[in-house]
C-alpha cells in the first residue's frame, strides 16, 4: 500500500513569491492534514480537510491556505512568502472509517526555502 | 503556550541501555498520546500510543507509561539500538474531540545510541 506522497520534495523561492505543495495521501484515506516543521518551533498544526472541506485550523496567517479535491489529493498554498516560512510541509492522512486509532500517516515531507 | 513540552531536547544513552523520553502535557482534554521516530529528510513515523484510559503500552522494546494525575507520559526503549537514533516527538489529541482531529507536538528530543 503506498504511503503518503508529497510533491516536490524540494524548492527554492524567495520573499513575495508563492508556492503550491501537493499531497496525495493514502488510499481510503479521506483526511488530509499539514503541519510545519521548523527547528524553533516543532511541528505546528496548518489545516485538516475532510471531503473537501477545511475541518479545523491552525494559528496561521491567511497568507497559508489550502483545498482538497474529490479524489482526497489536498495542496496548500503560501502567498507572499517571508524568510520565516522556510520550513519542512508535511502532509497527513488518516482514515476515518473502519474505527479511527488516532494516528496519522505522514509523508516525506517538502522543504521549502524562501531566500 | 505549549501544551505539550518536551524537556531535554537531546539525550545520548549507550548501546544495550535504556533510553527514557519524557513528556509532559498541560491540556485536560488530550485523551490519546502517541510518539513519533524521526529520520532526517524523512516524515515522522508513528512509534506508539495509549489511550488515556490505561497506563502502560508496550510493544515490543517500545514501552509507553502515562501518568494522568501527573500530566506524564514517557517513552522506554530497552535495549537502545544504534538504529534507534532519532528525533522523537510526543503528540497529544483529543479523540473525543470527533470530526474536528489534530495532533499537537512537543518539540522533540533527539536520541543518540552509541555503539
Known amino acids: 500500500k503506498a504511503g503518503v506522497t508529497q510533491t516536490p520534495r524540494y524548492l527554492i523561492k524567495t520573499r513575495g513569491q508563492q508556492v503550491t505543495l501537493s499531497c496525495s495521501p493514502i488510499s481510503g484515506h479521506r483526511s488530509v492534514s499539514w503541519y510545519q516543521q521548523t527547528p524553533g518551533q516543532g511541528l505546528q498544526f496548518l489545516f485538516e480537510?475532510?471531503?473537501?472541506?477545511?475541518?479545523n485550523k491552525g494559528n496561521f496567517p491567511g497568507r497559508f491556505s489550502g483545498r482538497q479535491f474529490s479524489n482526497s489529493r489536498s495542496e496548500m498554498n503560501v502567498s507572499t512568502l517571508e524568510l520565516g516560512d522556510s520550513a519542512l510541509y508535511l502532509c497527513?492522512?488518516?482514515?476515518?472509517?473502519?474505527?479511527?486509532?488516532?494516528?496519522?500517516?505522514f509523508g516525506e515531507g517538502s522543504r521549502l526555502t524562501v531566500l | 503556550d505549549q501544551q505539550v513540552k518536551q524537556n531535554s531536547p537531546s539525550l545520548s544513552v549507550q548501546e544495550g541501555r535504556i533510553s527514557i523520553l519524557n513528556c509532559d502535557y498541560t491540556n485536560s482534554m488530550f485523551d490519546y498520546f502517541l510518539w513519533y521516530k524521526k529520520y532526517p529528510a524523512e516524515g515522522p513515523t508513528f512509534l506508539i500510543s495509549i489511550s488515556s484510559i490505561k497506563d502502560k503500552n508496550e510493544d515490543g522494546r517500545f514501552t509507553v507509561f502515562l501518568n494522568k494525575s501527573a500530566k506524564h507520559l514517557s517513552l522506554h526503549i530497552v535495549p537502545s539500538q544504534p538504529g534507534d537514533s532519532a528525533v522523537y516527538f510526543c503528540a497529544a489529541s483529543a479523540l473525543s474531540g470527533g470530526s474536528n482531529y489534530k495532533l499537537t507536538f512537543g518539540k522533540g528530543t533527539l536520541l543518540t545510541v552509541n555503539p
Open positions: 497527513a492522512s488518516r482514515r476515518l472509517a473502519g474505527g479511527f486509532t488516532g494516528e496519522l500517516f
Open positions: 480537510y475532510f471531503s473537501e472541506t477545511q475541518r
